[in-house]
DNA sequence: GCCGTTTTCGGCCCGACTGTTTTCAGTCG
């Protein structure tokens, strides 16, 4: 069997997993996933790794286990553990309040080993009579169980970010408020997400408290204290949100604690501890002296440890603490301020809601310097798509635009089918008359991983081509896109000069940070477009913003961070070099 | 299980909360 690094990522997982339900000491648990997540981070492929004890936080015995892994093709480790806990106890382990050690007591000593024999275990009043647990627990228990498998354990962030932004509004009207903000995992910009985290300044937590009671759709007050307010919110889905209510000199310190990655502050706090501090959300402590140091905001916080201000997207310890010591990084790192245009957008000529004019001169109010308007090409019927002669006269149009703004140019584009045969949608003569030509698969979703490519390969080797929209196709939490080899997508895109666009609709969000890491590493340019389908979607820029710093991309990557100048000669370039 | 100018043992991030306990273990973020 061919193994790759997700074999071995999951491997040291799964083991991880069952090691916690078996009560195993919490540090070895760590050690496994630690080693898990070093590999993954680790850029080469496995091929490459010759000596895993070199990897930190990996030492002989986890290397052995991979080494035997990599020969047998299966895990001597992996399968005794697996004789001795059942697989129905792994899921058990996101009821809340059941951790490993609980579990695995059900397990030894009532044999609880699925989510029904937990339940009859219940019912019957056995757990309760067990030493450790009591009635209280019991019922929470069975609460819990049934409420599991309802709702998705994450939820998409577009499903999110509309309510958070609902929240905020809410926020805003509240004026015993000195300062509030989102963290937690949806201020990391995660891609999907499980609550949502607010932190909150104030001096009058209890006033603050019931007016955050006044919230459309508070379906179930979960806590309601002095420090914290927790509520479930009945939207789509069933969301809960914490409150966090602090004095405003703590608000920095709590703020970077809820916000996270917990990896992030584990590693945060072990290089307090190398100086002799302690971090906590409630602030620095000098360990001998005992002070307690607090702070006006992160950027403080931040530079108390010799650090730059490290954005909340990047708070995921792969390597941020580090590269946040030097200036350079932090400097390079692209901002949405730097973003002046939009080159991927609809009007009413296809699926759009707003005219041509009504987009260029919504660009203009956002102070963009340019877009480029790409509606879609004839293949999309459904979309009203636009054959050579309607895309003429829109180039019309858009001329007589340009003449009239002097402070907004727009591209006459298209965004073009990728045909499932593999050809495109207009001939080379044609595209040459377009000044920015996008390519994209809309149809055939299911072709095999070969075909797709070839689809793909062909719309990169046009010369004509000059961005590859939404590139793996999928839809966050809906559905994963088509059988894509993104390592050779990479490197084409590179050779042929073709930008990769991160679409910027929360559902989208594609390329993915993690992708977009790696195109960068490889020279590939990348474009961050809303793909609007209306005005507002002309918002979502900070999004895919949000998601190109979070895979570590600096300016000078992205496209529409450059001059209208430049854009024209890279898209000229290719079409020299090709001919 | 990993790690080490306090290196082969004894730590490993910190604090709140809960329920079950007479002083704390387990879970969570």
């Known amino acids: 069997m061919e193994m790759n690094k997700k074999d071995i990522i999951r491997l040291l997982e799964q083991i991880a997993v069952l090691l916690e339900l078996k009560g195993e000491n919490s540090f070895k648990i760590a050690a496994y996933s630690r080693a898990a997540q070093n590999i993954e981070r680790d850029s080469r492929a496995l091929s490459e790794i010759d000596d895993f004890t070199k990897i930190k936080g990996i030492g002989k015995g986890t290397s052995s286990v991979i080494m035997q892994y990599i020969h047998d093709g299966k895990s001597e480790a992996l399968e005794e553990l697996k004789k001795q806990v059942p697989a129905g106890l792994i899921p058990l382990l996101q009821v809340p309040g059941l951790g490993g050690k609980k579990l695995s007591r059900l397990y030894q000593e009532l044999n609880v080993t699925d989510a029904e024999s937990l339940r009859e275990a219940l019912v019957s009043k056995e757990v309760e009579a067990l030493p450790g647990f009591g009635k209280k627990s019991a019922e929470k228990l069975l609460a819990s169980l049934q409420e599991m498998g309802k709702r998705p354990e994450r939820l998409p962030i577009a499903v999110v970010l509309p309510i958070v932004e609902k929240l905020n509004q809410h926020l805003e009207t509240i004026p015993e ?75 920095a310190t709590t703020l970077h604690h809820f916000t996270g990655s917990s990896e992030h502050n584990v590693h945060m706090r072990q290089l307090a501890k190398s100086h002799d501090e302690k971090i906590s959300e409630y602030g620095v402590e000098n360990v001998a002296s005992q002070e307690i140091l607090q702070f006006t905001d992160e950027e403080q916080f931040y530079a108390h440890f010799n650090l730059r201000y490290i954005p909340p997207e990047l708070r995921e310890d792969s390597g941020e603490i580090e590269a946040f010591a030097e200036r350079k990084i932090a400097e390079g790192l692209l901002h949405l301020s730097h973003i002046k245009g939009d080159l991927h957008m609809h009007t009413t000529w296809s699926d759009g809601a707003q005219s041509l004019e009504e987009m260029a001169e919504a660009a203009r109010r956002k102070g963009y310097e340019y877009i480029a308007i790409t509606d879609h090409s004839k293949f999309l019927r459904v979309a009203n798509g636009l054959d050579e002669t309607r895309l003429r006269k829109q180039k019309e149009e858009i001329n007589r635009l340009n003449e009239r703004y002097a402070d907004l140019h727009i591209f006459s584009g298209v965004e073009m089918d990728i045909l499932p045969d593999g050809s495109l949608d207009f001939s080379d003569k044609f595209l040459r008359e377009m000044d920015f030509v996008i390519a994209a698969i809309h149809s055939s979703f299911s072709q095999s991983q070969e075909q797709i490519m070839t689809r793909l390969k062909n719309a990169m080797n046009n010369p004509y081509v000059s961005l590859i929209a939404h590139p793996t196709g999928r839809l966050i939490g809906k559905r994963d896109g088509y059988a894509i080899d993104m390592e050779e997508l990479i490197a084409t895109a590179a050779e042929t000069n073709t930008a990769l666009e991160i679409n910027a609709n929360p559902n989208r969000l594609d390329l993915s940070a993690a992708w977009a890491k790696k195109a960068q590493e490889k020279g590939v340019v990348l474009s961050i477009d809303t793909d609007a389908h209306n005005y507002s979607m002309l918002e979502d820029m900070k999004y895919g913003v949000a998601t190109a710093r979070k895979g570590w991309i600096s300016k000078n990557t992205v496209m529409n961070t450059w001059t209208a100048e430049k854009i024209k000669s890279f898209c000229n370039h290719k079409r020299m070099i090709e001919k």
């Open 177 to 251: 408020i000195r300062a509030f903000s989102i963290a937690g995992s949806v201020r990391r910009m995660r891609e999907t997400v499980k609550d949502i985290d607010f932190i909150i300044a104030t001096e009058q937590p209890d006033i603050v408290g019931n007016k955050l009671l006044d919230i459309e759709n508070v379906k179930e007050v979960i806590a309601k204290g002095q420090t914290k307010v927790s509520v479930i919110l009945a939207e789509q889905y069933d969301i809960n949100v914490d409150f966090r209510m602090v004095k405003e000199n703590e608000f």
